[in-house]
């Protein structure tokens, strides 16, 4: 039997959360609220590597402003509710944000420990304001209270997958966010979500025939 066929369904395993028309709707009207937001303004976007980049990658093709984007990467030492004090930066900024409007663009908030890291290391940077586009927000699991101008989907406090968000840095390219109910499956047997990354996308809507079609 190839390795690569599970041996239960995907269904069994995880559930669509947020499915990828969904996804795009959403990041279209977060788009347009935030074009019209710093309109007049040429906003930095910071992704925060590497989940965090496939959302960037949507979202700031939403926004009508001459945008600019940059990447950071942190790491983080401990378990996740040990990591406040604990965060280095392994990949800086290119640009210089002193005087520039910066909008974090990060895919999942969680306890809020990363955010709250970051705004402070980028507001010791002196720009014009600091903002927050999340594209989730599992408030339930808030440690340090932040506040997130912009957010795409309130999330279930359930672990998350696809459209960024990994499982063991796989799956990060599965087009919807998937909830995983049974992560102790997932751990055992990965290759469970295989299947899903060969799912073709809905097909699009019929479009109008043309209107000399039936002459
Ligand atoms: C995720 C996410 C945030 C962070 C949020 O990154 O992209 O940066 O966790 O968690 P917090 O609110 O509890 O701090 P992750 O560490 O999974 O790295 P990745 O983006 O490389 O997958």
């Known amino acids: ?17 947020f499915g990828r028309e969904d996804i795009r709707r959403r990041i279209e009207e977060l788009g347009r609220t935030i074009t019209g937001d710093y309109e007049g303004r040429a906003p930095v976007l910071i992704s925060v590597l590497k989940g965090g980049s496939v959302f960037l ?4 093709r939403q926004i009508r402003l001459p945008v600019s984007i940059d990447y950071m990467s942190i790491s983080r030492y401990g378990g996740a509710t040990e990591s406040l004090g604990r965060v280095r930066i392994v990949k800086d900024l290119d640009e210089d944000i002193g005087g520039r409007h910066v909008l974090i663009v990060e895919d999942v908030v969680d306890t809020g420990l990363t955010l709250s890291y970051l705004i402070s290391v980028l507001e010791s940077r002196h720009p014009a304001s600091v903002e927050v586009c999340a594209l989730l927000d599992k408030s339930a699991r808030r440690i340090t ?14 672990f998350v997958v696809g459209y960024g968000l990994d499982f063991q840095e796989r799956f990060r390219n599965v087009p919807d966010i998937l909830a995983v109910q049974d992560v102790a499956a997932l751990a055992a047997e990965p290759d469970l979500l295989v299947p899903y990354l060969a799912r073709a996308a809905p097909p699009p809507p019929p479009s109008d025939p043309p209107e000399d079609a039936e002459a």
């Open 1 to 17: 039997m190839s390795p690569l066929l599970p041996s239960r369904p995907v269904s069994d395993v995880v559930r669509v959360l």
């Open 57 to 60: 990658a949507d979202l700031f």
């Open 145 to 158: 209270p932040l506040p997130l101008r912009y957010v795409g989907f309130d999330c279930p406090d359930v």
